[in-house]
């Protein structure tokens, strides 16, 4: 079985800027969460998104959006890009809300 | 939100020595899991334990959940086992999962 897929696998962007980030969960998990990680540091929680509505988000601005399909694949949109938002994005998914986290291998997002 | 701190932050061991990286957490929590990411930043699922022990292969955990600490252990040592382990919790009722800071292990031959 395919694991987590996450597409592009690395990105430029200009400040000011919008991006778009997706995800495909492993088949069969009906979960799917986003995490920034930046250098140095944890993964820090964005959103999670169970059966097609969101569960929880993280402390992030407005300008961080996201949605799951019917398909129970995602999308992470980014808006008015800012040189801080510069980092790893790493979604995960999970059988249930609460089962274990099974990692993609991120999309490095570089903001200039 | 839920605090979790993990020590040491950085472990050098010689190839075949055994380890223990530790994770404190700040509430009760119904969900625990300890994440290996490998130098490429891939991060693998080692376990999902948010009470009693579980082993699997050199590795075992521990959670601890009414001392509020988790345990993991590292035996016989490998290169292959270098990265920055990572714990993370989460509060029952919650959705977010918290991460510590990690351990950064580094094995050397």
């Known amino acids: 079985d395919a694991g987590v897929t996450q597409s592009p696998t690395h990105l430029i962007k200009t400040r000011g800027q919008h991006v778009t980030l997706r995800c495909s969960p492993i088949?069969?998990?009906?979960?799917v969460s986003w995490y920034q990680q930046v250098l140095g540091q944890g993964p820090q929680f964005i959103f999670q998104?169970?059966?097609?509505?969101?569960?929880g988000r993280g402390n992030f601005p407005d300008r961080f959006s996201a949605r799951q399909f019917p398909n129970y694949s995602s999308e992470l949109n980014v808006n008015a890009l800012l040189l801080g938002d510069s980092a790893l994005y790493l979604c995960?998914?999970?059988?249930?809300?609460?089962?274990?986290?099974?990692f993609g291998n991120g999309t490095r997002l570089t903001v200039t | 939100g839920i605090q979790v701190e993990q020590s040491p932050p950085d472990l050098i061991l010689q190839e075949g020595a055994n380890s223990t990286l530790r994770c404190n957490f700040s509430d009760s929590v119904n969900n625990l899991q300890w994440f290996h990411q490998n130098p490429w930043g891939q991060l693998i699922n080692l376990f999902y334990?948010?009470?009693g022990t579980k082993q699997n292969g050199r590795l075992s955990a521990t959670t601890v959940a009414t001392e509020r600490y988790s345990l993991l252990y590292i035996s016989s040592s490998q290169t292959t086992d270098s990265g920055v382990y990572f714990c993370a919790a989460k509060r029952a009722g919650a959705n977010n999962l918290f991460f510590g800071t990690g351990t950064r292990l580094t094995v050397i031959p």
């Open positions: 998104y169970y059966e097609k509505e969101e569960r």
């Open positions: 995960a998914s999970s059988l249930l809300a609460d089962s274990p986290l099974h």
């Open positions: 334990i948010p009470s």
């Open positions: 088949s069969g998990h009906k979960s």
